[in-house]
């Protein structure tokens, strides 16, 4: 243990601890700004600067370790200039436009700089800005990036894609694209990850409540919305609620005061998955069992960018399975459709989603099935929706608990789980297993795929058959997952993939809290669902019984094909 | 009033000129991959800053020249700026009154040639194409990258074979490299910015002094993969290249023309620099890798020698490091006359320990590089009567490192700067009795700034000797190599920057051979890159690591603090024997120059970029 004072407070931690956490351990929150732990600890915004007795260089807390009988202060007068002056200095390149700010409320350096009481800047402004392509799914904003290099650092050590890097040197260093490409020219999966670290509003998603307003204006529209799995379990925490009135219920409410509508599940979708996924694996699985390559799971739209820009060799042992959102787009415009008798063209479906990447799943080519325009129209992320609630003065904690609508609005606990990573895999494990053994198990045997951690293996042997399976969060652990099975060290018969460390629960659409990982928090909350609905497999499903006996016939049908997977020219 | 006052400085004046040594450190200091418009465009205000403002061109040219870089950088600007940069750069050349003026203008229009293409890329992209690479600059100039911060911090620990262990992770000559590096990683070290760059090579030396290279183990080698590798040549280059092969559990068979290993580290420089025994020491360390040798075998047509293709029958990959080992002539009259000798030649005899003996001779060296002084000094030692440098240029022209020169004229060596040789004298027996050499006046400066001798209108100057040693550079033993098929180019081997040729698979080429003559950790950085590039097309990806711990940080004050530099024994007795002339750090002086380092692994842009590659 190493001894030392803060404030003339004796603390005593282990050595190789840092003075920020080791202030923390008796009380004393450091102010600071870039510092991400154990991804960005570089000091670079030097707010977390403290004076150590007897130096002339204040040091800072975030990266350097404890000493032995170091005498530290975090507010002496030589350390409430300084931290006073980089914040202003960074206020004097930052578009100090908060009224206007997604973030405002929810950003860092907002509560740093009204911490300290900061009401006037006293250096020249000087905002930078740079070109953007606006349609993007993300929008980085050059006169709010302070550079804190976290976008940087969450690209490169949790995504291993490295789409951000450091550009330019001296006074016009900034973050822009990795090797002067742009955003759109690049690999980027559009995982969002870097806007979920984002310290400021200058990583956001692409705002589209704007086109949702629209489509409620026009009488001749039918708005048909889905929600994501994920969604429920992240929703409240930007709605000052409390915990336990955010119920699936008051989301639904919530959505019906908007004025939508249907509110639909994408639950339903996600078990319309299971059914064609599972049914594509056993059928498949001669083909995996010869060649030693697995089939892996196609929901996570950033996961499949990112396979099929690092691993295009690979993208056929992508399932053709569409997601859930796509599944549900598709069968809105034609079964529902059919349904309530409307044309296609007259349904505007908006999904909701706790991913960016779903925004730009749903422009891609083949995602129109009726000829009609794209099968999902707008995705709003989970963020966008809470604005959305927000602007219109919901307050769900008054309103009464609502169901989704019917046809599309059932979904069984094998469903709500895709919300987290090894949902996918345990949902379609338990109708696998069905199907095989002709008879259900124990929905809890499979939950040996649940995990915090980025990647895990359990091989589970179904009417004699041996699945392998891997569940993988996170691209960094995707690639090396991927290069583990290329250079022949595992194999793998079904893998499920989520870009998103800890699945869609963590995903780069959901509310932010600086510096916390919330995926751990939220994943329990949808098991606790699986574990109170009354229906917990996917084939189950009585919606979903009533469209393959209506509508498609059965999994993998020729209208199942056409409807629901991506047709051999978009593979790949 | 008086009439006349005598002026002295006041204390702004005192301190400009202060200033202007701490930005001459700066400049000193700067790292590599800034943006070079950038800095020009501050070098350009600075100029400005100096102009006296009489006249138009240098007085608003100037400054509008720097208006239009500012566009370049601020992504205003189109080719016609560049035009107009160049056209108004051109008038302030021809037009300004001064030196200020149009010296300025001139080093923007060199900036415009030197690196147009960022310029163009500024304009196209509206981005710098440069970027800090290796945010540490000490790592960042060492060509074999050793992680110099790692080992700084474990001497001030004086954890020195740890620190030994971490050095061998990408340099297996640690104790050759810490006796005559030429420390390209000083140049830049950032502590020039507080006072002067820390002196790495001395804390090296430190290291291996106190722990030396054959006590301290070599890593764990990875499973045998049964691979052979042939490596021809027995130097730091090709020796490199064997350990870290070894290490990767290939093995590696060295072929070595001469009789022993070493290279020029034992053939090219004299036991008084670097002592033989300490260079067993490294060479001892690589061998118990279990590296093979085969030392008095050359690779060649002749019948005692082995061929290229017999080699790359019976190896899965061949490495060619066979240093420049030929000598060069004058072309001047009388230089094939008895007493006539090549540096070459005489430093490979005392590498033999057959060396010649100057007792009682004259002997006159001709060069003014770091050989001409190993020769000029080893002359001295081997008992010559008198010992003369004749050399073209002026002293501060020569290659040879500044200390080298001292030391020799400290021993006694006499300078003939601006000599140029013009023909070698013999008598009836053709025994050198003169050397004839051309007084020469200094000229123009050529396009790389070195100045140009001019022959002088004086007459011929005679110097009596009876030795001339010729160290005017050394050349390639290619010919049996272009005869095999290798590309060869101005007498050099010409392999890819991957050390492979294309379309020669399986034949990978280093060091001085590639190069031309250079350094030792040069031809070390070489044999690394030979190795994992031959690691790769073997298709394995062995990674070299090592696991020592790195101290952490400490936060002392950075105040200004001398150097310490390595001391010498004293002239007048150390020219008369061959042992080593350097002295070892203190272990208190070893703490405090080790406590200079800023650890910039840790500080700055190295804890955002990864402060040390761990692994390769």
Redo the contacts between chains.
Sequence with gaps: MVNLTIDGRCVSVPEGTTIMKAAASVGIMIPHLCFLEEINEIGACKVCVVEMQGKIKLITACNNPVEEGMVLYTNSPKVRSVRRTNVELILSQHDCSCATCVRSGNCNLQKIANDLGIIDIPFKKEVPSAPWNQDFPFIKDAGKCIKCMRCVQVCDKIQDLHIWDVQNTGSRTTVDVAMNRCIEDSDCSTCGQCVTHCPTGALRERNDVPEVFKVLADPDKITVVQVAPAVRSAWAEDMNMPEEMATEGRMIAALKQVGFDYVFDTNFSADLTIMEEGYELLKRMDNIKETGLPMFTSCCPAWVKFMKSQYPKYADRLSSAKSPQQMFGAISKTYFAEKIGVTPDKICCISIMPCIAKKGEAALPGMDVTGTGPDVDIVLTTREMVRLLKAEHILPELLLEEKFDSPLGEGTGAAVIFGTTGGVMEAALRTAAAVLEGANSNPEKFNDVRGNEGRREVTYHVNGIPIRTCTVSGLKNARMMMDDIINGKVIYDFVEVMACPGGCVGGGGQPIKDGVEMATERAPKLYELDKRRNVRFSHENPEIKKLYADFLGEPLSEKSHELLHVHEEHLV | MSRLKISTPNKAQLTVERLYKDLERHIIASPP???PI??QLSFLKTCHAQTCGKCIPCRVGLAQLANLMEDV?ENRATLKTLEMIEVTANNITDSADCAIGYEAAHMVLAGLDGFREDYLYHIE?G??????TQPVPCVALCPAGVDIPGYIALVGEERYADAVRLIRKDNPFPTACALICEHPCEARCRRNMIDSSVNIRGLKRMAVDQARANTVPVPEKAPATGKKIAIVGGGPGGLSAAYYLELMGHHAVVFEAKNKLGGMLRYGIPNYRFPRERLEEDIEAILSTGVEVHTGVKVGNNEDDISLEKLREDYDAVYIAIGAHTDKKIGIEGEESKGVMSAVEMLRNIGDETPPDFTGKRVVVVGGGNVAMDCTRSAIRLGAKSVGIAYRRRQDDMTALPEEVEGAIAEGAELYSLKAPHKIEADENGNVTAIWVEPQIIGPIDAWGRARPVKADVELLRIPCDIVIVAIGQGIESRHFEDSGMPVKRGTLDAESESGFRDIPGVFAGGDCVTGPATVIRAIAAGKVAAANIDEYLGYHHVISCDVEIP????????PCGRINLSEREANIRKHDFDAIECSMTKQEAAQEANRCLRCD?FGYG??KGGRAAIW
């Design positions: 991959g800034l943006c950038d800095l950088l992209h981005k710098c194409s440069y970027a800090i952490q940080v400490k936060y002392d004050n950075k105040t840790h804890n955002l």
